[in-house]
């Protein structure tokens, strides 16, 4: 068809040709174009406009493309003229063709040829360029497709790692589809959940880490270096350097220490700055099962000590989740290095002390009138009979102690109707709510949901015990907040059952725990709120909350480090609060994967349980 085409082609041309003596111009097909050339020609111009030997070469070349095909899959014999008085040469992308064969080349790609057609007819040199694509392997064609994923991954992963590392860092986890990577370090060093474990090295020490690429079940490995910052270039966390009159100890709950305090800021650069030099200050421990414990916290400021917590940082995370939520009055949460006159005493976490303050549980204090502002505690441990209690301002309402933080006995204003007052309210709220009243005049359902959002993801043992704090100001409702107290949480409260310390089941809102909870969850309202708040926070809070644990150990590393070389008690201290799975893990990598992976089997159960209400 193609060839009776070009016949009817070539047949028109002529036509038109001999019907114009005086217009020899002529058009080829879009695939050719050409050149004409006259070498040792006598004939004057004039003569050469209607020279015929322009008609004999494009007799001729038509004649040749004839026999020559589109497309290339085969070496090729290139044709030779029909009229002897013709002759051809040929080139190929301005290269000339040995023998008139154009060879076949195996490529992966299709390929444009450029076939150069020089016809010679009386010294008359015509070049005419006709388009060849030689076509592609499919073999070589699927390699190089192939190739092209792995160099892909390969300059991805040169992107992504880091080239230096002050900490464990994860290994990176490509979502290019059936691509597998695996990777493995040197014998002297070690890969666990898919990290790299710094090993903090005196002199910065470049590792190779073997990256071994899957893809359409070939194999390729690719080393990427990265180097280990030496341990006096890793970066600092704040440091309080705290001095005390005489270098006494302290030890006392009840007594305060005179000291001084200076602040240590480090920059990127290790930069130090002192924002607090010398300052005056009074210190005493502070707690209840933590005072005890060698560790010791302390107080108006707070430094947690996170002795149990082997990770150091839950009660970070659950602080910055609820702050992340938009929960009110949430302490602040920042790890520093402490040096008691002179010596390092391990990371703590400096946060507020739960009080009132204007920049703190900001309610009305002061006042005698009875309708002012409440900072309430519900605390189990004023019943235990080795806890002192004589200081407390406390009434117990329905077996459940209620510990008056605000306003304080001490307070000038303060009188016996105030706590009259706040224990009727409470009374009220508690009947209510046993009795599935309307509760909407009494309490700020959106704080108690919050508020259980965070208790009950983290499973903390105490949320149906002590650290339950509730806040009213003047004439409002009853809320609940701030959040306090998370290190025996999430699979660290040795001291609760294997149930109550699992990633499953509820236990906030268990009759025996929280009964302000339990009776909440009676109410189909309640559940149905509680079930569009969570679905609210789901994606954008709750489940990036796992993505959060890493980078915050890694802010820690070299703090965490002379932590437990200080306190050696991962996989060794066992004691009353020691989980039994908590004791097993010998490692601070191990410890930190367990609280991922509880959180994460945590937030699942919730969800499924959540969303069937």
């Known amino acids: 068809m193609i060839k009776k085409l070009r016949l009817l082609s070539l047949l028109t041309l002529f036509i038109f040709l001999t019907g114009c003596e005086n217009f020899l111009s002529f058009t080829t097909t879009s695939s050719v174009t050409d050149t004409t050339t006259i070498q040792s020609d006598t004939t004057n111009s004039s003569e050469t406009t209607t020279d015929y030997r322009n008609l004999v070469i494009d007799e001729e070349y038509e004649s040749l ?196 305090l200076t602040l240590k800021m480090y920059d990127e650069n290790l930069v130090e700055t002192t924002p607090i030099s010398n300052a005056s200050l009074q210190i005493r421990t502070r707690g209840n099962s933590t005072s005890a414990m060698p560790k010791l916290p302390q107080k108006d400021w707070v430094l947690l000590a996170n002795y149990t917590d082997h990770t150091l940082v839950r009660n970070y995370l659950s602080y910055n989740f609820a702050r992340d939520i938009g929960m009110e009055y949430t302490p602040s949460a920042q790890f520093v290095d402490v040096y008691l006159n002179g010596v390092f005493q391990g990371n703590y976490m400096l946060t507020d002390q739960v009080e009132v303050s204007p920049n703190r549980v900001n309610i009305e204090e002061g006042s005698t009138s009875l309708d002012t502002g409440y900072l309430v505690e519900f605390d189990f441990r004023v019943l235990d009979p080795y806890y002192d209690a004589s200081g407390d301002n406390y009434f117990i309402l329905y077996g459940i102690p209620f510990v008056i933080k605000s306003p304080s006995i001490d307070d000038a204003n303060y009188s016996q109707n105030q706590l009259y007052f706040i224990e009727d309210y409470l009374e009220t709220v508690y009947n209510t709510l046993k009795n599935k009243g309307n509760y909407s005049h009494l309490i700020d359902e959106a704080s108690f949901i919050d508020w259980f959002i965070v208790e009950e993801l983290f499973k903390n043992v105490d949320s149906g015990y002590s650290s339950v704090y509730y806040y009213k100001d003047k004439g409002g409702l009853l809320k609940m907040g ?17 149930y109550s310390r699992g990633p499953e089941g509820w236990y906030t809102s268990l009759e025996y725990k929280n009964k302000f909870f339990y009776f909440l969850m009676q109410y189909p309202g309640f559940r149905e709120n509680l079930k569009t708040r969570w679905n609210e926070l789901y994606e954008t809070e709750i489940k990036t909350l796992l993505d959060k644990i890493y980078p915050a150990t890694d802010s820690i590393a070299k703090s965490r480090y002379q932590n437990f070389m200080t306190w050696d008690v991962i996989g060794k201290n066992q004691d009353w609060y020691t989980a039994p799975e908590i004791y097993d893990i010998k490692t601070y990598e191990g410890q930190v994967y367990f609280l991922y992976h509880y959180l994460e089997i945590r937030m699942e159960w919730l969800n499924n349980e959540i969303n069937q209400f």
């Open 482 to 498: 701030p959040v306090w107290d998370f290190d025996l949480s999430t699979g660290n409260q040795g001291h609760a059952d294997a």
């Open 65 to 260: 493309i004839q026999e020559l095909p589109f497309a290339l899959t085969e070496d090729l014999q290139l044709p030779t003229p029909s009229n002897p008085l013709v002759s051809v040469s040929y080139l190929v992308n301005s290269n000339p063709v040995i023998n008139n064969i154009l060879p076949f080349q195996e490529l992966a790609y299709d390929f444009e040829l450029k076939l150069s057609i020089i016809l010679t007819y009386e010294n008359l040199e015509i070049e005419k360029e006709f388009i060849i694509i030689q076509i592609r392997d499919e073999g070589l064609y699927k390699q190089a497709q192939i190739d092209l994923v792995f160099e892909s991954v390969y300059s991805t992963l040169q992107e992504v790692f880091p080239k230096t590392i002050a900490s464990d860092f994860t290994l990176p986890s490509l979502e290019i589809e059936n691509v597998k990577i695996e990777y493995s370090v040197p014998q002297n060093y070690k890969l666990f959940n898919n990290r790299f474990l710094f090993t903090f090295p005196e002199e910065q020490t470049s590792v190779d880490i073997d990256a071994k690429v899957t893809y359409q079940k070939q194999t390729k490995y690719y080393p990427i270096s990265v180097t280990m910052l030496a341990f006096n270039e890793l970066p600092k966390i704040p440091e309080l350097h705290i001095t005390t009159t005489n270098n006494a100890p302290v030890t006392s709950k009840d007594v305060y220490v005179s000291a001084r």
